[in-house]
């Protein structure tokens, strides 16, 4: 599984938004100056992050963005499907007999597929905001927490 930059610059976008909007909303240029991602791309990733019910928008002077759920009630996982889709690496029709899958009775490659499905879902969904927010502030990544050893 490789993920695009849709997922991996919105993971940092949401953990922006969460360290600075506190209660005012952050606007998409803050955002942008902060992680060094285009405000188009920003404003792309943000209408796909409030159609899934992730952020809310509001408008007008002061306007912007902020989240909403709580920090603790957003995993990973909910940011990257809402981005990237499904994170199954291998879609396999023999794990839904409705697709009609011939092979399905006798082949045992479908329950690897299976297993690292659910490795990953577990995963992701086990990881929360709040976690990645409070990772981000013990390593001093105040500006940039995609970057490798930053001491901001």
């Known amino acids: 599984m490789k993920l695009s930059t849709k997922g991996r610059y919105g993971l940092r976008a949401l953990i922006d938004l969460a360290k600075y909007s506190g209660q005012e909303p952050v606007s998409i240029t803050s955002i942008s100056d902060r992680q060094g991602i285009s405000e188009r791309y920003l404003e792309q990733l943000m209408a796909m992050l409030k159609k899934a019910g992730l952020v ?39 794990l839904n007999p409705e697709e009609g899958c011939k092979a399905a009775d006798s082949c045992v490659t479908k329950y690897v597929w299976q297993r690292i499905n659910e490795s990953i879902n577990h995963t992701v969904d ?27």
Not at 60 to 76: D, P
Not at 126 to 132: F, G, T
């Open 126 to 152: 086990e990881m929360k905001l709040d976690q990645l927010v409070e990772e981000s502030r013990k390593m001093g990544c105040q500006d940039f927490p995609g970057q490798t050893g930053c001491k901001n």
């Open 56 to 94: 809310k928008s509001i408008r007008g002077a002061g306007g912007g963005y902020v989240l909403a759920k709580e920090l603790e009630e957003i995993s990973v996982g909910d940011v990257l499907r809402a981005l990237e889709g499904s994170l199954e690496p291998v879609e396999c029709s023999g």
